[in-house]
């Protein structure tokens, strides 16, 4: 593979924690900033997430490599900014996240499209931009791309996602790479296609493509699915057809749980994939999400009220499932601390939200110091999958989203007006008939 030579400073500098016993993120005081912006809101560090670009990037010298960040992540336009500052492009799975990806400036040549329902609409639209290549899922998805770029005059670059059953050992609504799962092709139907990719005259299927899951903190699955991909690229190779491209997808896992979760090192997992992709002279494609962002962001909440129940006493936020779906979605665990340093007995709480649901759910049998109405708290590692999953349920607006910069804030997102929330909606006024 061909040597880009390229420095990572973000690579030296130290990533900041969200420090509950100085209240400091980023270099900015979480107590005076929560005085200045009610909560709920979601607060990144820059420096974090540059910090994650940069040791990735490291760990990759010497390959051609490109980094695409898996928008559905976290879509803020301010990210996308950071990271098309930082040379990484996007993997998109919807037009809007193309859009997105667009108008934060990363250029269509680093933009992959995944995904297993496009549309023909959005695979037209793709086209025109001129976005680098397709992820594609299905033989109707082939055929559907084959016809739409005839139609355009345009051949679109295409690789073919290829399922390798293997178990990602992570929670079973984010595992992606089992038989048993909606995404990608077998092998074997992936043979057939390139089998037949002479009666494609306007897509150069020349790729492959494999994502396994998510939040994995073992090397041995990305190991097991790059070996069976590596065997079919060799393969392919022999039978005569060019493979310009393999996309290993993402799936690192990070710290959700401190002294539980062990997470593995960026240069061990790039380590797995120079092992199993020896000899290989394309272009290797990454889609990491969770990995940049998840532990740059916080969700900073205050308690409403402490009920105590007959069985159990429950800590009451102003946050809810609405701002962080996670624990609710997959009962995932988030680390929660109080900003405050003050020394209290230690007080177990059902940790919920004020949302009528059961699920609005945070943490159940949680230690904390001992809290009290108007004391802050900290929900960790939420700069993945938490805006980006938040809804309006129960006409709660979505929250603020700031982004931290050693020692300075700016607001990426204002709270949404209750008149924006309701802006699509209307009385029945004009009745008509089909």
């Given at each position: 593979?061909?040597?880009?030579?390229t420095s990572h400073?973000?690579?030296?500098?130290?990533?900041?924690?969200?420090n509950s016993?100085?209240?400091?993120?980023?270099?900015?005081?979480?107590?005076?900033?929560?005085?200045?912006?009610?909560?709920?809101?979601?607060?990144?560090?820059?420096?974090?997430i540059?910090?994650?670009?940069?040791?990735?990037?490291?760990?990759?010298?010497?390959l051609?490599a490109?980094?695409?960040?898996?928008?559905k992540a976290?879509?803020?336009?301010?990210?996308?900014?950071?990271?098309?500052?930082?040379?990484?492009?996007?993997?998109?799975?919807s037009?809007?996240?193309?859009?997105?990806s667009?108008?934060?400036?990363?250029?269509?040549?680093r933009?992959v499209f995944?995904?297993?329902?496009?549309?023909a609409?959005?695979?037209?639209?793709a086209?025109?931009?001129?976005?680098?290549?397709?992820n594609?899922?299905?033989?109707?998805?082939?055929?559907?791309l084959q016809r739409?770029?005839?139609?355009?005059?345009?051949?679109?670059?295409?690789?073919?996602?290829?399922n390798?059953?293997?178990?990602a050992?992570t929670?079973?609504?984010?595992?992606?790479?089992?038989?048993?799962n909606?995404?990608?092709?077998?092998?074997?139907?992936a043979?057939?296609?390139?089998?037949?990719?002479?009666?494609?005259?306007?897509?150069?299927?020349?790729?492959?493509h494999?994502?396994?899951?998510?939040q994995i903190?073992?090397?041995?699955?990305?190991?097991?699915?790059?070996?069976?991909?590596?065997?079919?690229?060799?393969?392919?190779?022999?039978?005569?057809?060019?493979?310009n491209?393999?996309?290993?997808?993402?799936?690192?896992?990070?710290?959700?749980?401190?002294?539980?979760?062990?997470?593995?090192?960026?240069s061990?997992y790039?380590?797995?994939?120079?092992?199993?992709l020896?000899?290989?002279?394309?272009?290797?494609?990454?889609?990491?999400?969770?990995?940049?962002?998840a532990?740059?962001?916080?969700?900073?909440?205050?308690?409403?009220?402490?009920k105590?129940?007959?069985?159990?006493?429950?800590?009451?936020?102003d946050?809810?499932?609405?701002?962080?779906?996670?624990?609710?979605?997959?009962?995932?665990?988030?680390?929660?601390?109080?900003?405050?340093?003050?020394?209290?007995?230690?007080?177990?709480?059902?940790?919920?939200?004020?949302?009528?649901?059961?699920?609005?759910?945070?943490?159940r049998?949680?230690?904390?110091?001992?809290?009290?109405?108007?004391?802050l708290?900290?929900?960790?590692?939420?700069g993945?999958?938490?805006?980006?999953m938040?809804?309006t349920?129960?006409?709660?607006?979505?929250?603020?989203?700031i982004?931290?910069?050693?020692?300075?804030?700016?607001?990426?997102?204002?709270?949404?007006?209750?008149?924006?929330?309701i802006?699509?909606?209307q009385?029945?006024?004009n009745?008509?008939?089909?």
């Amino acid at each position: 593979m061909p040597t880009q030579k390229t420095s990572h400073p973000a690579a030296q500098e130290t990533a900041p924690e969200a420090n509950s016993a100085h209240g400091m993120f980023d270099g900015v005081d979480l107590q005076r900033l929560a005085e200045r912006i009610p909560t709920p809101f979601h607060a990144y560090s820059a420096s974090a997430i540059r910090q994650r670009i940069g040791e990735l990037q490291a760990a990759l010298a010497g390959l051609d490599a490109t980094i695409c960040f898996a928008v559905k992540a976290n879509p803020n336009l301010a990210i996308l900014q950071l990271m098309a500052n930082a040379g990484v492009g996007a993997d998109i799975v919807s037009a809007g996240e193309m859009r997105r990806s667009l108008h934060a400036g990363m250029p269509p040549e680093r933009i992959v499209f995944s995904g297993v329902g496009k549309s023909a609409d959005e695979i037209a639209g793709a086209l025109a931009v001129g976005i680098h290549r397709f992820n594609v899922e299905s033989h109707d998805e082939l055929l559907t791309l084959q016809r739409l770029a005839e139609a355009q005059g345009v051949t679109a670059r295409a690789a073919v996602r290829v399922n390798p059953d293997v178990d990602a050992h992570t929670h079973a609504k984010i595992s992606t790479g089992k038989a048993e799962n909606k995404f990608g092709v077998s092998i074997d139907e992936a043979r057939r296609w390139f089998a037949e990719r002479g009666r494609l005259s306007h897509v150069q299927l020349d790729g492959l493509h494999v994502h396994i899951g998510s939040q994995i903190l073992t090397l041995e699955p990305f190991r097991l699915a790059l070996q069976r991909v590596a065997e079919f690229w060799r393969e392919l190779e022999q039978d005569g057809h060019s493979i310009n491209s393999i996309d290993v997808g993402g799936g690192l896992g990070v710290s959700y749980r401190a002294g539980t979760d062990q997470p593995v090192s960026a240069s061990d997992y790039v380590n797995v994939i120079r092992t199993a992709l020896a000899g290989y002279k394309g272009r290797v494609l990454l889609e990491p999400g969770r990995y940049l962002v998840a532990e740059a962001g916080v969700l900073l909440t205050r308690v409403i009220r402490v009920k105590a129940g007959v069985e159990r006493q429950f800590l009451v936020l102003d946050a809810a499932m609405n701002d962080l779906q996670r624990p609710s979605l997959y009962d995932a665990w988030h680390d929660i601390v109080p900003v405050s340093n003050a020394s209290r007995p230690l007080t177990t709480y059902d940790i919920v939200g004020p949302v009528c649901e059961t699920g609005d759910t945070f943490a159940r049998g949680r230690e904390l110091p001992g809290c009290a109405p108007g004391d802050l708290l900290l929900i960790k590692a939420t700069g993945a999958y938490g805006t980006s999953m938040a809804s309006t349920y129960n006409s709660r607006p979505l929250a603020i989203e700031i982004l931290l910069n050693q020692g300075r804030y700016a607001v990426v997102r204002r709270r949404q007006h209750f008149e924006e929330m309701i802006a699509g909606e209307q009385p029945a006024r004009n009745w008509e008939t089909t």
